[in-house]
């Protein structure tokens, strides 16, 4: 007797699905197998009048999206940062990552690369268009991370290639090329890319730095995912950004002001309110030059601490110690008490303050003040946080997660020397330096320096739920959907709906993970 011929449908049974909200619920999954697509079963049903061939009981576990992990330096031995002069090279690089990295749950990742020579963001940028290999992971398109950061707040980024945007977009456009910066789907469309690929960029710069501010809104107009990070912002500017288009903060808590009560900087942005004064409303215009230049002498009057001899280790643990309040604060207060009159709001032109309001004697009644601070909507970014246990202490994780748990994305931030069969110990780096690899952290050999992160996303997933004690489908939410909708993609990616690519993760109810499927055929199972 003939073997029945498959269908190509197959049913997941026996398993619970993380819904959008964070919560599980127990129902079967069907997919394409062909088509690599998650199907509406009982349409799927109706019109066809079959059920599926292939039926996978799994055993009461979880079953995920794909983890998306939207920052990430490289891994396996591979620097998304590194070209070397051979474009095959650089693309066999990416398909290692891609192929490996499955292993971990993510189906989906954004390479990151830090601040470059100017010359080679046009070849960079051009090789890191989406692409899916066979039988691995989806590389998404590309996360440029700098050269427009605050130099105080570098990082790992090289100090002689941070550079400000003097004609706003143009300068963009002049160092990643125009060709990268077009409107999203011609940007889709043209080279090679398959038809239906999901494409997406990420600019992380900061607002304050000269022409940065002017080209957010341009940047986030062409479908370009725009990143607060690597900054001294104050409360006003990182609003005023948010309301022209940024989008999301790179790395919470890291390469940013701390958290001060008068000024919350960007870090407070996660408890912004949804409503601003009207006084906000105009459109923001870019800081005068006397901002800048109080911003820059109040730079160089810092006791800056002097750095170790072997400096741009970490990406964002390797910072310059700055105090809590920011100098941009002080240098707006400064400039604003010399040159406006006494009683008159010190908010920046076009900046997203809520105007101070006098007690008594004022003209204005209880029902004219609620019509003022209800009148514009204020919608709070998403932020990107490194769950390692060492970038940001679990109290701060927590902390955060409270304030904003809609927003909140799971990342790696990892380097090249990720690899989750890498056993502790001294391992190879590059240019003749080598590194102590102990747990999730790295050191630079013979020092106490932090040499960046090796974590892996569903180590994080793990973790989140051990630091802030929400639910596994919680935890599953930040690292699938929420960064899937931070990058407009929630139709295609990070979900289970009908019609979304079939990238799945099983993972037992700890979150470690079982199996990994890449649009509908599994990559990956844990031996």
């Excluded at 997660?401 to 927003?407: I, K, L, Q, W």
Aim: hydrophobic share 40%.
């Amino acid at each position: 007797m003939a073997a029945p011929t498959s269908n190509d449908l197959i049913c997941f049974t026996n398993c619970f699905l993380p819904q959008e909200d964070g919560s599980l619920i127990e129902k079967d999954l069907w997919i394409d197998e062909r088509r690599g697509v998650i199907l509406d079963a009982q349409r799927t049903f109706f019109l066809r009048k079959e059920r599926p061939s292939t039926i996978i009981d799994l055993g009461g576990n979880v079953l995920s999206p794909g983890f998306i992990d939207i920052q990430i330096n490289g891994g396996f031995g591979f620097d998304f940062s590194v070209y070397e002069g051979d474009d095959q090279t650089y693309r066999d690089g990416l398909k290692l990552v891609a192929e490996k990295i499955v292993e971990t749950g993510v189906t989906a990742l954004v390479p990151t690369i830090i601040t470059q020579e100017t010359t080679l963001y046009p070849k960079l940028l051009d090789l890191l268009r989406p692409w899916s290999p066979p039988h691995a992971a989806h590389l998404l398109g590309w996360h440029a991370e700098g050269p427009f950061l605050q130099m105080s707040k570098r990082g790992a980024h090289s100090p002689a290639l941070i550079i400000s945007a003097s004609e706003g977009f143009k300068t963009f456009e002049s160092i990643y090329s125009p060709e990268n910066l077009v409107d999203a789907e011609d940007w889709l469309m043209s080279g090679d890319t398959v038809h239906n690929t999901v494409g997406v960029r990420i600019i992380t710069a900061a607002p304050e730095v000269e022409g940065v501010m002017e080209a957010i809104n341009e940047a986030s107009k062409r479908g370009i995912c725009f990143n607060i990070g690597h900054s001294m912002a104050t409360t006003d500017i990182a609003t005023a950004a948010v309301r022209n288009g940024a989008r999301c903060i790179t790395h919470l808590f890291n390469a940013m002001p701390q958290l001060h009560h008068r000024d919350p900087s960007i870090i407070g942005l996660l408890g912004a309110s949804p409503y601003l004064s009207p006084s906000s409303s105009s459109t923001f215009l870019p800081f005068p030059s006397a901002i800048i230049s109080a911003l820059n002498a109040s730079m160089h009057s810092l006791p800056i601490t002097k750095e170790p001899s072997i400096d741009h280790i970490s990406e964002a643990l390797d910072e310059i110690k700055t105090p809590p309040q920011t100098p941009m604060l002080l240098a707006e207060q400064a400039l604003r008490k010399a040159l406006l009159p006494t009683g008159k709001s010190t908010a920046s032109p076009g900046s997203a303050a809520i105007t101070a309001i006098p007690l008594g004697g004022g003209q204005s009644s209880e029902s004219k003040l609620k019509k003022d601070l209800t009148t514009i909507p204020f919608d709070r970014p998403f932020y990107e946080i490194i769950v390692d246990g060492i970038h940001s202490h679990p109290n701060s994780v927590r902390l955060a997660y409270s304030a904003h748990p809609d927003g909140c994305i799971l990342i790696t931030d990892a380097m090249k020397i990720l690899d989750p069969h890498l056993k502790d110990g001294v391992h190879d780096w590059r240019d003749g330096r080598r590194l102590y690899k102990e747990g999730d952290a790295l050191y630079v050999e013979g020092t106490t320096t932090l040499a960046g992160s090796v974590v892996t996303l569903d180590k994080c997933v793990r973790n989140f739920v051990r630091y802030t004690g929400c639910s596994i489908g919680q935890a599953i939410k930040c690292a699938t959907y929420n960064p899937a909708k931070c990058l407009n993609i929630e139709d295609k990616k990070g979900t289970l709906r009908a019609g979304a690519d079939a990238d799945l993760a099983v993972l037992d109810h700890q979150g470690n993970v079982l199996s990994t499927w890449v649009k509908g055929k599994m990559v990956w199972a844990r031996k």
